[in-house]
């Protein structure tokens, strides 16, 4: 069955320190990747995605990640993170032909000053 | 344009009202979707609409009625809700099938 694994609940890193959350996923197709970012209270945004193409990829806010065929991995990263990126992190694969998002369980972002 | 506009952001409800979510787009979006969301965990997907037919129903309780009267508009129709029915849910949209979602900002709502 397809899954997604964020295996890191909490993370928490000094502001201006670099970031590497992971994620791993079970799938046995080309898998469509994404990352969301969710702040307290708020929808999802959208960081960045992954479809075909170069398995580096750029997002907005600076985040990139980094698509990783051999380990399952698509894990996101940003070089320097400010006190406004602490947030909720969801790694989510989609299907071909289907509709369905498959979520991870999210990693939680807490920013030191 | 990139925005899902939902209506209202909180609701509270009693288990006997009837009470309606709504949720609106104009990206031109052919699927939309409606999550719910409890504290700590990620989005649940309840109910998939494609070209204005309901394409997936994930076994949701019938207190929970979607309706989709157009191409830009979703609604989620409430009645004899449960307190453990209380979560954000959030509606999305999305061009085609495994492409991005585009999500709203959610309705908390609350079950007294």
């Known amino acids: 069955a397809q899954s997604v694994t964020q295996p890191d609940i909490h993370i928490t890193v000094s502001e201006g320190a670099s970031l590497e959350l992971r994620c791993n996923y079970s799938?046995?197709?080309?898998?469509?990747l994404f990352w969301y970012v969710q702040s307290p209270g708020q929808g999802l945004q959208l960081l960045l995605k992954?479809?075909?193409?170069?398995?580096l990829v750029q997002g907005i806010k600076g985040f990139e990640a980094e698509f990783k065929r051999s380990q399952s991995s698509f894990n996101l990263r940003k070089p320097s993170v400010h006190w406004s990126d602490a947030a909720e992190y969801f790694c989510?694969?989609?299907?071909?032909?289907?509709?369905?998002?498959?979520f991870g369980s999210g990693t939680r972002l807490l920013v030191r000053p | 344009d990139t925005e899902v506009t939902q209506t209202p952001k909180h609701l509270v409800m009693g288990m006997t009202n009837k009470k309606s979510l709504k949720c609106e787009q104009h990206m031109g979006h052919r699927a939309m979707y409606w999550y719910k969301q409890k504290a700590k965990k990620p989005p649940e997907l309840m109910f998939v609409?494609?070209?204005?037919?309901?394409?997936i129903n994930e076994s949701v309780p019938s207190r929970f009625s979607p309706e989709c009267p157009n191409s830009s508009l979703l609604n989620l129709h409430l009645h004899a809700l449960q307190p453990e029915d209380s979560a954000l849910y959030l509606c999305a949209s999305s061009l085609a099938e495994h492409t991005e979602a585009f999500f709203g900002q959610g309705t908390r709502l609350t079950v007294v």
């Open positions: 609409y494609s070209y204005e037919k309901l394409s």
């Open positions: 992954y479809f075909s193409g170069d398995t």
């Open positions: 799938y046995g197709a080309t898998p469509y």
């Open positions: 989510a694969v989609g299907l071909d032909s289907s509709y369905k998002l498959i």
